[in-house]
């Protein structure tokens, strides 16, 4: 059910820093083999000192360093990610799939916070991506019962963009990783990057951010491109520079 391992989350963090300094990459895919997405931590492979030998501070360390890495990892790539979940989404997998700027679920995918069924409180960046994509009333719904919730009801509540076919899964979800691919990939940067602060400041300060980025990317030949097909009237060819 690719449950993460430290070996995995160290992997999927390089690859995602690989991906924003690679013009080359436009776009990324995160998705998963088998029936399951992630069903969160590998809670077997030990995370960390044994309880009887943990002093204060070695849990929140550990969060900072492991979970919330990999969520911000996601967060602050420089490329569009889209996650294509095939199955069960639990605790950090479900956050994983969450925390990706677009996501397309097959029909059979489950959403589950399942942090309450441990006793544990929402790790991984939940307790603040959640409420900001359902509120908060939903979101301590969810993540007070720990109920699966099915791609149905995630995409009604607006958590997934679009609900397919298992067998479609692949497909749809690489059409739409090359229409992010074919677009101006650093505007699409500094866009994602003002939808993920828009929540977190006043108005000034979200209308200061968006006048810096455009400023920056008008710099870019992407940029450009877009403004000479245009008064041109030919379709825009974008390099993603």
Known sequence: MNAVTWAQRERVI???????????VRAVVLTATGKGFCAGADLRSGGGAPAAE?????????????????????LDCEKPVLAAVNGTAAGIGAHLALA?????????????????????????????????LVGPQKAKEL????????????ERLGLVNKVVPAEELEATARAWAERLAQGPTRALALTKQLV?????GDRAAALA???TAQEINMTTADANEGVASFVERRTPKYLGR
Do not use: H, K
């Open 14 to 24: 390089d690859l995602l820093a690989e991906a924003s300094a690679d013009p080359a």
């Open 100 to 132: 990706c700027d677009l996501v397309i679920a097959a029909e059979p995918a489950r959403f589950i916070e399942v942090f309450v069924r441990r006793g544990l409180v929402p790790d991984g960046g939940g307790a603040y991506l959640l409420p900001r």
């Open 54 to 74: 943990r002093v204060a501070g070695d849990v929140a360390r550990m969060i900072r360093l492991g979970a919330q890495r990999l969520i911000t990892a996601v």
């Open 143 to 154: 993540m007070f019962f720990g109920d699966a919730l099915p791609a149905a009801d995630a």
């Open 209 to 211: 951010a968006e006048a």
């Open 196 to 200: 993920n602060v828009s929540l977190d």
